[in-house]
């Protein structure tokens, strides 16, 4: 689930030069995923909350703290962090540190992640392929 910024011009009851926000979540099964978009002005919890009404399973999110408070109390969904963004500050680090740093060698370990998972993909692929 994430969110981007868009401005909307003319809306009433908020000026042109005010954020609003398309939310999109993703699901289903690789083989058929679905998205669904929905726009609201705000990043509000109560939003957030309404949003996931009814949904059970994990969530992937980024690191915005709204989450873990629309969250509070559901123990139906477990709230997962996004590597790419665990990834960036990983990275930030690594800019100001040594080669042989704990940021380095954590990038180095998000790498080979990032490389098993696109060997998974390809092969999952070909397996599915196969099948048609």
Known sequence: MDKTPLQVMKEPGRPDTRRSYMWLARGGPPEAP????????????AFIKDFLAG???????DGYAAYDSALKGRDDIVHVGCLAHVRRRFHDAAKETPKT?????????????????K????????????RR
């Not at 949904?55 to 999110?61: K, M, P, R, V």
């Open 34 to 45: 679905l998205v669904y978009y929905q726009y609201h002005p705000t990043r509000e919890v």
């Open 55 to 61: 949904y059970s399973g994990f969530l992937q999110t």
């Open 101 to 117: 740093s704990s940021a380095h060698i954590g990038l180095k370990k998000i790498q080979k992640i990032y490389h098993a998972r």
């Open 119 to 130: 060997s998974f993909k390809k092969n999952y692929s070909r397996q599915m392929n196969l």
